[in-house]
């Protein structure tokens, strides 16, 4: 019996070891078969967390962030042991003593979901089990995906330490509200870093994790305060915090940004615009997109935040201007439907979410604003961020008479005399406020709309090219292409300084006499007849008078002695193009390019000849604070001494490319101050320092352009309909973008001065007759006197006249002589033509120039 009883016992052990080996086989075994070519967890340790790029001003102010995931990398040692508590009580208690997995915590889900029969199926991963689904699996609940991620974390756990893995985890999880870790979500929901969060607060991210968009804030508040309750009860059981404590903390309310009762860190970021999307637009294009949106690049912006409002007020006054004095209302692209409107918090909300631009500022801000009745002439309006009263807001009839309705089939109406005949109930249109000029107090509101007519302008400093303000529309928000940078147009006239560059550095002075008369080319497309702005010819003329007044005939003449192929090499060695066409049309700017081309290229006029490589930025640094980009590559070998004598600044050496030479430049410059002080921009460009520049207006005023300088800052502007059409009669560079650049640069100098431009040395001064191009005596003064600077050793040859080979002229007389005549003279062109030359031009009858 007894050996009966041993037998059947020792059968029992037998299966039972045997049964147990079979089990431990098998798992064995399918961990074995399971855990070949899984992803290696060692490059966990090597893994940068894709992070915000974000942009400072050059005071160090963050003006923008790019992202594609929302991630403040913060490392193990900055975060506190708070927060770490509290993910650690919500997701993983037992952390600090399992080895990448919990068997009690499977047990326990296993023992739920055989209770539940499946319908309480809940997970049992640790932290370390969620960094490898997160970092190196997918995210589905198959028991295959499961067995992996053991694996995995199990051999993370021999990897890495706890604190490493923690890292990882905080820094990865998404926690809702486009918010990557904890660092990025303590700011999303609360505007604190981390070392300031409050332990309900730590615990309100804690819980997070299980389902952010479960747990909204505002949405799902009374779940995710039972649920941030739920993590505090258990910070206390696991010791993280005392009994009084967790009381307190339970009975604080749940407060969130999202809830108003923190103020956003969106909120000191001021409105995306132009200059930084065009950072990232050209960083893109360097780096490449991926590291630019996760790579956490600091990137240090060349913008004057000072100038730069200054810069998209002026563009801003110009476009509107122009558009409210054409007189015509275009159709609200955006409606409201009238059920949205039956209540203030129902129109409110569809309001906010209407797709309309709220970055303008033109006169105080520009406010979204729907219409919500029409009675009286009048209309009642409900305003974003602006609170009703007792009256109400109203849109008043003698505020809309200047204009006439357009609709989108681009029919005209007849001119308002009440708001109804402009606008319908449901309208969302912009509105401003219409403020006193005595006391600033409030008058009543006023409509305003985008300008369809749109521009850019760029303003940088001359001998660095640091771009320190760029608008490229009306509104960012309204239209995001850059017209400063992509927009390719016609210069027109603001081009002739190239040509004229190309002659002064071929020999030609000035002083040099060009016939001014008319030309006939016969082209592929037919018989080209240029012509000049005002329709007249003067005759043979000095080349100073010719950029000051912009005339055509002289240019082309100009172009065709110079050689259009030196003209081409001249615009493509100043970066104008690329590789410019040499037909002779060109020459009067028919080619298009772009503002931010045309600027940069100015700019090498003004510093004297030396290239300038434009940039909107300063420095890049990558995520660890190495630079990457830096613009500025002069070389300072002082900078390292620390045995200057006091007063003595170091010597900053330049090795900037000479593309001009320096007597060149000056004299150019000389000659384009005459367009600022006596030519086409004389009656809108107005500074207190020395100015040059030169005016552009194209055919038809399709284009208009003005890029000018001082000594040490560059600006242009250029306005024209993104669909080309002309802008009117009347419409010229010096009359609309003279006043832009004259209003920028009035407060340009007063933060930045302005000087003489410098002589070049190698010259000398000698005083001619502006009309004539004589030589006058150095005692010689008046209206026609100007001193020109001409290169020593050079003797200038006067009276010397070019025709550009175009066989006429020989007869003609000078410009002043034609001047004396008010009848002008008959004159022979080459086809055998009379036409008739002179008489001199008056102010009346001048304009920019262009494609003529």
């Given at each position: 019996?007894?050996?009966?009883?041993?037998?059947?016992?020792?059968?029992?052990?037998?299966?039972?070891?045997?049964?147990?080996?079979?089990?431990?086989?098998?798992?064995?075994?399918?961990?074995?078969?399971?855990?070949?070519?899984?992803?290696?967890?060692?490059?966990?340790?090597?893994?940068?967390?894709?992070?915000?790029?974000?942009?400072?001003?050059?005071?160090?102010?963050?003006?923008?962030?790019?992202?594609?995931?929302?991630?403040?990398?913060?490392?193990?040692?900055?975060?506190?042991?708070?927060?770490?508590?509290?993910?650690?009580?919500?997701?993983?208690?037992?952390?600090?003593?399992?080895?990448?997995?919990?068997?009690?915590?499977?047990?326990?889900?296993?023992?739920?979901?055989?209770?539940?029969?499946?319908?309480?199926?809940?997970?049992?991963?640790?932290?370390?089990?969620?960094?490898?689904?997160?970092?190196?699996?997918?995210?589905?609940?198959?028991?295959?995906?499961?067995?992996?991620?053991?694996?995995?974390?199990?051999?993370?756990?021999?990897?890495?330490?706890?604190?490493?893995?923690?890292?990882?985890?905080?820094?990865?999880?998404?926690?809702?509200?486009?918010?990557?870790?904890?660092?990025?979500?303590?700011?999303?929901?609360?505007?604190?870093?981390?070392?300031?969060?409050?332990?309900?607060?730590?615990?309100?991210?804690?819980?997070?994790?299980?389902?952010?968009?479960?747990?909204?804030?505002?949405?799902?508040?009374?779940?995710?305060?039972?649920?941030?309750?739920?993590?505090?009860?258990?910070?206390?059981?696991?010791?993280?915090?005392?009994?009084?404590?967790?009381?307190?903390?339970?009975?604080?309310?749940?407060?969130?940004?999202?809830?108003?009762?923190?103020?956003?860190?969106?909120?000191?970021?001021?409105?995306?615009?132009?200059?930084?999307?065009?950072?990232?637009?050209?960083?893109?294009?360097?780096?490449?997109?991926?590291?630019?949106?996760?790579?956490?690049?600091?990137?240090?912006?060349?913008?004057?935040?000072?100038?730069?409002?200054?810069?998209?007020?002026?563009?801003?006054?110009?476009?509107?201007?122009?558009?409210?004095?054409?007189?015509?209302?275009?159709?609200?692209?955006?409606?409201?439907?009238?059920?949205?409107?039956?209540?203030?918090?129902?129109?409110?909300?569809?309001?906010?979410?209407?797709?309309?631009?709220?970055?303008?500022?033109?006169?105080?801000?520009?406010?979204?604003?729907?219409?919500?009745?029409?009675?009286?002439?009048?209309?009642?309006?409900?305003?974003?961020?602006?609170?009703?009263?007792?009256?109400?807001?109203?849109?008043?009839?003698?505020d809309v008479t200047w204009a006439r309705k357009r609709s989108r089939d681009g029919k005209t109406g007849p001119k308002a005399d009440a708001v109804s005949d402009l606008l319908d109930v449901g309208d969302v249109v912009h509105v401003r406020a219409i403020t006193s000029d005595e006391d600033g107090s409030f008058v009543r509101w006023s409509l305003r709309q985008v300008p369809e007519v749109q521009g850019g302008f760029v303003a940088m400093d001359v001998n660095t090219g640091r771009v320190i303000a760029m608008q490229g529309g009306f509104s960012y928000q309204s239209s995001v292409f850059n017209r400063a940078t992509q927009a390719r147009r016609q210069p027109g006239s603001s081009f002739k300084p190239f040509v004229y560059a190309s002659a002064l550095d071929s020999g030609y002075t000035p002083a040099t006499i060009i016939v001014d008369a008319p030309i006939e080319i016969d082209t592929p497309q037919g018989l080209w007849r240029p012509?000049?702005?005002?329709?007249?010819?003067?005759?043979?003329?000095?080349?100073?008078?010719?950029?000051?007044?912009?005339?055509?005939?002289?240019?082309?003449?100009?172009?065709?002695?110079?050689?259009?192929?030196?003209?081409?090499?001249?615009?493509?060695?100043?970066?104008?193009?690329?590789?410019?066409?040499?037909?002779?049309?060109?020459?009067?700017?028919?080619?298009?390019?772009?503002?931010?081309?045309?600027?940069?290229?100015?700019?090498?006029?003004?510093?004297?000849?030396?290239?300038?490589?434009?940039?909107?930025?300063?420095?890049?640094?990558?995520?660890?604070?190495?630079?990457?980009?830096?613009?500025?590559?002069r070389y300072c070998g002082d900078c390292a001494e620390t045995g200057l004598r006091p007063g003595v600044a170091p010597k900053i050496v330049s090795n900037r490319e000479r593309v001009m030479d320096p007597i060149t430049a000056y004299q150019l410059t000389s000659m384009m101050r005459g367009v600022v002080e006596r030519g086409t921009a004389s009656r809108t460009v107005n500074l207190p320092v020395p100015t040059a520049g030169k005016t552009g207006t194209t055919n038809d005023a399709k284009d208009v352009w003005f890029v000018g300088f001082?000594?040490?800052?560059?600006?242009?502007?250029?306005?024209?309909?993104?669909?080309?059409?002309?802008?009117?009669?009347?419409?010229?560079?010096?009359?609309?973008?003279?006043?832009?650049?004259?209003?920028?640069?009035?407060?340009?100098?007063?933060?930045?001065?302005?000087?003489?431009?410098?002589?070049?040395?190698?010259?000398?001064?000698?005083?001619?007759?502006?009309?004539?191009?004589?030589?006058?005596?150095?005692?010689?003064?008046?209206?026609?006197?100007?001193?020109?600077?001409?290169?020593?050793?050079?003797?200038?040859?006067?009276?010397?006249?070019?025709?550009?080979?175009?066989?006429?002229?020989?007869?003609?007389?000078?410009?002043?002589?034609?001047?004396?005549?008010?009848?002008?003279?008959?004159?022979?062109?080459?086809?055998?033509?009379?036409?008739?030359?002179?008489?001199?031009?008056?102010?009346?009858?001048?304009?920019?120039?262009?494609?003529?």
């Amino acid at each position: 019996m007894f050996r009966f009883i041993l037998s059947f016992l020792g059968g029992i052990f037998t299966t039972i070891t045997m049964a147990i080996g079979m089990v431990a086989l098998t798992v064995g075994a399918v961990f074995w078969v399971y855990g070949r070519d899984l992803p290696s967890h060692e490059s966990l340790a090597q893994y940068s967390p894709p992070t915000i790029s974000r942009i400072y001003s050059g005071q160090g102010q963050i003006i923008d962030e790019f992202a594609t995931e929302r991630r403040l990398f913060a490392p193990a040692e900055t975060i506190p042991d708070l927060v770490k508590q509290a993910f650690i009580s919500a997701e993983d208690k037992n952390f600090y003593e399992h080895d990448g997995y919990d068997l009690r915590g499977i047990g326990a889900a296993a023992i739920d979901a055989v209770r539940s029969r499946g319908q309480d199926v809940r997970g049992a991963s640790t932290i370390t089990q969620q960094v490898m689904k997160n970092f190196l699996l997918s995210g589905d609940r198959r028991a295959e995906r499961k067995i992996k991620e053991i694996i995995l974390a199990a051999r993370l756990e021999e990897t890495l330490s706890k604190e490493k893995i923690l890292e990882l985890y905080l820094n990865e999880i998404f926690l809702g509200q486009n918010s990557y870790g904890v660092a990025a979500a303590a700011q999303t929901y609360f505007n604190k870093p981390l070392i300031d969060l409050e332990p309900h607060e730590a615990a309100f991210l804690a819980s997070l994790p299980k389902a952010p968009s479960d747990y909204h804030p505002v949405r799902q508040k009374e779940r995710l305060l039972a649920r941030r309750n739920f993590v505090l009860k258990e910070m206390m059981e696991n010791g993280y915090i005392t009994t009084a404590a967790y009381e307190q903390e339970r009975n604080a309310p749940l407060r969130s940004v999202q809830n108003g009762d923190f103020e956003s860190f969106k909120e000191i970021l001021p409105p995306r615009d132009y200059f930084t999307d065009e950072i990232r637009r050209q960083l893109s294009e360097d780096f490449g997109e991926g590291e630019f949106f996760t790579g956490g690049l600091t990137v240090r912006a060349t913008i004057d935040q000072e100038m730069q409002p200054i810069a998209a007020e002026s563009l801003r006054r110009e476009l509107e201007a122009y558009d409210r004095k054409q007189g015509i209302f275009r159709e609200a692209r955006v409606k409201i439907a009238p059920e949205e409107l039956g209540s203030e918090e129902a129109w409110r909300a569809a309001l906010s979410a209407a797709k309309i631009a709220r970055d303008i500022e033109l006169d105080g801000p520009w406010y979204p604003a729907v219409v919500l009745s029409l009675g009286g002439g009048n209309a009642r309006i409900g305003i974003e961020n602006v609170e009703d009263d007792a009256e109400g807001h109203f849109v008043a009839a003698r505020d809309v008479t200047w204009a006439r309705k357009r609709s989108r089939d681009g029919k005209t109406g007849p001119k308002a005399d009440a708001v109804s005949d402009l606008l319908d109930v449901g309208d969302v249109v912009h509105v401003r406020a219409i403020t006193s000029d005595e006391d600033g107090s409030f008058v009543r509101w006023s409509l305003r709309q985008v300008p369809e007519v749109q521009g850019g302008f760029v303003a940088m400093d001359v001998n660095t090219g640091r771009v320190i303000a760029m608008q490229g529309g009306f509104s960012y928000q309204s239209s995001v292409f850059n017209r400063a940078t992509q927009a390719r147009r016609q210069p027109g006239s603001s081009f002739k300084p190239f040509v004229y560059a190309s002659a002064l550095d071929s020999g030609y002075t000035p002083a040099t006499i060009i016939v001014d008369a008319p030309i006939e080319i016969d082209t592929p497309q037919g018989l080209w007849r240029p012509r000049n702005a005002s329709n007249e010819f003067y005759g043979p003329t000095p080349l100073r008078t010719g950029i000051e007044r912009s005339r055509n005939l002289m240019t082309i003449r100009l172009a065709q002695e110079v050689g259009m192929d030196v003209v081409a090499r001249y615009a493509e060695r100043f970066g104008v193009y690329d590789n410019m066409g040499t037909f002779l049309a060109n020459a009067l700017g028919s080619e298009e390019t772009t503002l931010y081309r045309m600027v940069a290229a100015y700019a090498m006029f003004a510093n004297g000849g030396e290239r300038v490589q434009p940039t909107l930025v300063d420095r890049v640094q990558d995520r660890y604070g190495k630079t990457i980009y830096r613009h500025d590559d002069r070389y300072c070998g002082d900078c390292a001494e620390t045995g200057l004598r006091p007063g003595v600044a170091p010597k900053i050496v330049s090795n900037r490319e000479r593309v001009m030479d320096p007597i060149t430049a000056y004299q150019l410059t000389s000659m384009m101050r005459g367009v600022v002080e006596r030519g086409t921009a004389s009656r809108t460009v107005n500074l207190p320092v020395p100015t040059a520049g030169k005016t552009g207006t194209t055919n038809d005023a399709k284009d208009v352009w003005f890029v000018g300088f001082t000594s040490n800052i560059v600006a242009g502007c250029y306005i024209g309909y993104d669909q080309p059409r002309g802008l009117g009669r009347g419409a010229s560079g010096g009359g609309m973008c003279g006043p832009v650049f004259q209003r920028f640069m009035q407060e340009a100098t007063k933060k930045y001065g302005g000087g003489p431009f410098e002589i070049p040395p190698g010259g000398r001064f000698i005083k001619i007759d502006r009309f004539t191009g004589a030589r006058l005596g150095d005692e010689a003064s008046g209206e026609a006197v100007v001193a020109e600077y001409f290169r020593s050793g050079e003797e200038p040859i006067f009276g010397l006249m070019y025709d550009g080979g175009f066989a006429m002229g020989a007869d003609l007389p000078l410009f002043e002589e034609v001047g004396q005549s008010q009848q002008g003279q008959q004159v022979t062109t080459s086809t055998g033509d009379t036409v008739t030359v002179g008489p001199n031009a008056g102010f009346g009858t001048i304009s920019s120039g262009g494609l003529y």
